[in-house]
C-alpha cells in the first residue's frame, strides 16, 4: 500500500511539472523571437566542436604519417590549423551572443511577471489577503519570479545548445567510426539513466523548498513587523522555537532537492571518465588491426567522450533547473490565476455632483457564507451629516466602512449615495468620493510634502502648510532639518502621534466630499485630540463623515450616532436622546464614564 501511494506521488509532481512548466512556457509565448534567436546562436556555437574532433583526426594523422615518413606536410598542417582557430574563435562569440540574447529574454520574463503580479494584486478581492499571509504573497514576488529567472537564465540557452551539441556529436562518431561511436554510448548512455531516476525524484523536494521558502518569509514579516510584542511578552524563546521549526523544514527540503540533483554531476563525471578508459582500450586494439592511421580516430574520440558526456550532463543539470522554476511558476501562476473583482470598464460616471447623502437598504455580509456579520442593516443618512459609529468589538463598525468603500460586496442589500447605487460605479469612483484616515497609519519612504501631497499633485504649497496648521502639525514640521522636505526614513523619528498628525492632514488636503474617521485620534494625547477634533469638526463642516469610535466622549457633537451590537443596529439618535433613552448606549457610555 505505501508502494502505490508513493507511485502516485510521483505521478502527481509529473504532472504538477508538465502543467506549470506548460503555463510558463505559454507565458513565454511573447519571447519566442528571442528563443529561437537564441537557439539559432547556440546551434552556431557548437558547429565548432562538432566538426573540430573530425578536423583535430585529419591534423593528427598528418602529423603522425609525417612523422614516420620521414616529413611532416606543413602547408596541410597550417590550413587545418587555421581552419580549427577560426572555428572555435567562431563559435565563443555566437556562444556570447546566445548568452546576451539569453539573459535579455529571462529578464523580459521576469520584468512582465512583476509587472503582472503587480497589476493582479490591484485586482484581487481583499478577501484573499484575509486568507493568505503577507509574507508567503512577499515571497511569490520576489524570491519565486527571481528563481524563474535564474532558472530560465542557466537552463534554457545550455539545454538547446546541449542538445545540438548530443545529436551533431552522434552523428559524426558513426560518420568517422560506428564501431567506437557503439563504445562511447555504451559508457554514456548507463550514467544517464541513473541520472533521470535521481531527476524525478528530486522534484517533490523543489516543490516543498519553494513553499517552506515563503513560510519562513511569512514568519520572519510577522515576527520583525510585530518586534515590540515579542519582547513585551518575552515571546522571543517561543518565536525562535518556530523559526527553528521552518528553517529546518527549509534545509530539510532544500538539502535533499540540491542533494539529489547534485549527485547527477558525479555520476556524468565517473562515466565520462569510464568513457575515456573504454576509448583507450578499443582504440589500442582496432588500432593494432588497422595501423597507423587509426591514431586520428582515437584523438578524436578522445574529445567525443567529453562532448558526449558534458551535454547529457548539463541537460540533465538544465532539466534540474527547470524543476526550482517549475515549482517556483506553480506558486506565481497560481496567484495570478485567482478570481479577479468585477471588470467595471464599461461603467461610466453616475454622480457629477456629490451631495453626500448615504442610504443603506437592508444590507447583509459576511466574510464566509456561514458567518453572517452584518444583518439587514437599513439607515438614511442626509448630506452633511457628522455620523458616529459605536459598538463593542466585533459588532460590525468597520466592516460597515468598508462596506460603504466597496472593499468588499454585499452578500445582498444596496448601499446608495445621493440615490445612486454603489455597484453601479467603479471602485474607483467610490473610492474618489471618500477621505479616510485608518487607525494603522501608513507613510512611505519620501519627503513629508510627498506624503502629504500622495497623488494629489495640483496640490500647492500654501495649501499644504494651511491643512497642516489645522491640524497642528505644522509647528512640529518646522522644527525638523528641513521642514517640509525632510525625508522620512530611519533617522527621522515621529512617534505614532505625529504620523496620524500627518496622515489626517494628508486627508484634509485630498479634500474628498465625503469622511470616514476610523479611531483618528486614537494615538493622540488628550489635549492634542481637543485641538484635533476642533480642527475637524471645521473640515467636515458641509460634508457627510463617518467617524468610528470607542471613546463616546469624542462624539458627542455627532449629528447622528448608530449604535450597533451583533451586525444590527439597536439604537440611533444624537448624544443627549441615546442618553435619556437609557439603553445600550446609555451603558457603553456610563460604563466608560465610571472607568474614567
Not at 527547470?322 to 471588470?343: G, I, K, M
Not at 455632483?353 to 439607515?379: L, R, T
Not at 455620523?387 to 459588532?395: K, L, N, S, Y
Not at 495640483?458 to 528641513?482: M, P, R, Y
Amino acid at each position: 500500500m505505501p508502494r502505490m501511494n508513493i507511485r502516485a506521488g510521483e505521478k502527481a509532481e509529473k504532472g504538477s511539472f508538465k502543467k506549470s512548466m506548460g503555463k510558463l512556457l505559454r507565458y513565454c509565448r511573447k519571447q519566442w523571437i528571442w528563443m529561437f534567436v537564441a537557439i539559432l546562436f547556440g546551434a552556431l556555437g557548437v558547429v565548432g566542436q562538432i566538426i573540430g574532433p573530425n578536423k583535430i583526426k585529419d591534423l593528427t594523422n598528418e602529423i603522425t604519417v609525417g612523422l614516420y615518413s620521414g616529413g611532416i606536410n606543413i602547408e596541410a598542417v597550417t590550413k587545418i590549423a587555421i581552419f580549427l582557430v577560426l572555428i572555435y574563435a567562431f563559435g565563443a562569440i555566437f556562444s556570447y551572443v546566445q548568452n546576451f540574447v539569453t539573459a535579455t529574454m529571462t529578464q523580459k520574463v521576469v520584468k512582465n511577471l512583476r509587472k503582472d503580479i503587480s497589476v493582479k494584486i490591484n485586482k484581487i478581492p481583499l478577501n484573499y489577503f484575509d486568507t493568505h499571509l503577507y509574507g508567503d504573497v512577499l515571497s511569490r514576488v520576489t524570491n519565486d519570479v527571481d528563481t524563474i529567472g535564474q532558472s530560465l537564465n542557466e537552463s534554457v540557452g545550455t539545454l538547446f545548445s546541449s542538445v545540438i551539441l548530443f545529436v551533431g556529436v552522434l552523428i559524426m562518431m558513426f560518420v568517422t567510426e560506428w564501431i567506437m561511436a557503439l563504445t562511447v554510448i555504451g559508457a554514456t548512455i548507463i550514467g544517464f539513466s541513473f541520472s533521470l531516476i535521481f531527476m524525478t525524484r528530486a522534484q517533490k523536494y523543489f516543490n516543498q523548498n519553494q513553499k517552506n521558502m515563503g513560510e519562513l518569509n511569512a514568519h520572519i514579516e510577522e515576527t520583525y513587523s510585530g518586534h515590540n510584542v515579542v519582547q513585551l511578552f518575552n515571546a522571543k524563546g517561543q518565536t525562535k522555537k518556530d523559526f527553528d521549526k521552518i528553517n529546518k523544514n527549509l534545509f530539510t527540503s532544500g538539502w535533499k532537492s540540491q542533494f539529489i540533483s547534485g549527485v547527477m554531476g558525479p555520476v556524468m563525471g565517473f562515466v565520462g571518465n569510464f568513457g575515456y578508459v573504454a576509448v583507450c582500450i578499443v582504440g589500442a586494439v582496432l588500432a593494432s588491426q588497422r595501423g597507423i592511421d587509426y591514431f586520428g580516430v582515437i584523438s578524436a574520440f578522445m574529445i567525443y567522450v567529453r562532448l558526449f558526456s558534458n551535454p547529457l550532463s548539463q541537460i540533465a543539470q538544465s532539466l534540474t533547473s527547470l524543476q526550482s522554476a517549475s515549482a517556483a511558476s506553480n506558486r506565481v501562476f497560481e496567484f495570478l490565476e485567482n478570481e479577479e473583482l468585477s471588470d467595471e470598464s464599461k461603467k461610466q460616471l453616475q454622480v457629477k455632483k456629490v451631495e453626500g447623502n448615504v442610504d443603506f437598504e437592508h444590507v447583509v455580509f459576511g466574510y464566509s457564507p456561514n458567518k453572517i456579520i452584518i444583518k439587514d442593516f437599513s439607515v438614511n443618512i442626509k448630506a452633511g451629516q457628522k455620523v458616529a459609529i459605536v459598538g463593542p468589538t466585533g459588532a460590525g463598525k468597520t466592516t460597515l466602512v468598508n462596506l460603504l468603500m466597496r472593499f468588499y460586496e454585499l452578500n445582498s442589500g444596496d448601499i446608495k449615495i445621493d440615490g445612486v447605487s454603489t455597484k453601479d460605479m467603479t471602485r474607483e469612483e467610490v473610492h474618489s468620493l471618500f477621505g479616510m484616515v485608518l487607525q494603522d497609519t501608513w507613510l512611505f519612504d519620501g519627503t513629508i510634502k510627498e506624503n502629504l501631497r500622495y497623488n494629489n499633485e495640483n496640490v500647492s504649497d500654501e495649501q499644504i502648510v494651511d491643512a497642516c496648521k489645522k491640524v497642528g502639525v505644522d509647528h512640529f514640521i518646522q522644527t525638523l532639518s528641513n521642514g517640509y522636505d525632510t525625508v522620512i526614513d530611519d533617522t527621522v523619528n515621529l512617534s505614532a502621534g505625529q504620523k496620524q498628525l500627518l496622515t489626517i492632514a494628508r486627508t484634509m488636503i485630498a479634500n474628498r466630499p465625503m469622511m470616514i474617521l476610523d479611531e483618528a485620534t486614537s494615538s493622540v494625547d488628550t489635549r492634542t485630540e481637543i485641538l484635533l477634533q476642533q480642527a475637524m469638526d471645521k473640515v467636515m463642516e458641509g460634508r457627510t463623515s463617518f467617524i468610528i469610535a470607542h471613546r463616546l466622549s469624542t462624539i458627542k457633537n455627532a449629528d447622528i450616532i448608530l449604535v450597533l451590537k451583533d451586525g444590527d443596529i439597536v439604537e440611533s439618535g444624537n448624544h443627549e436622546e441615546l442618553l435619556k433613552k437609557g439603553g445600550f448606549y446609555a451603558d457603553l457610555y456610563n460604563s466608560q464614564f465610571e472607568e474614567e
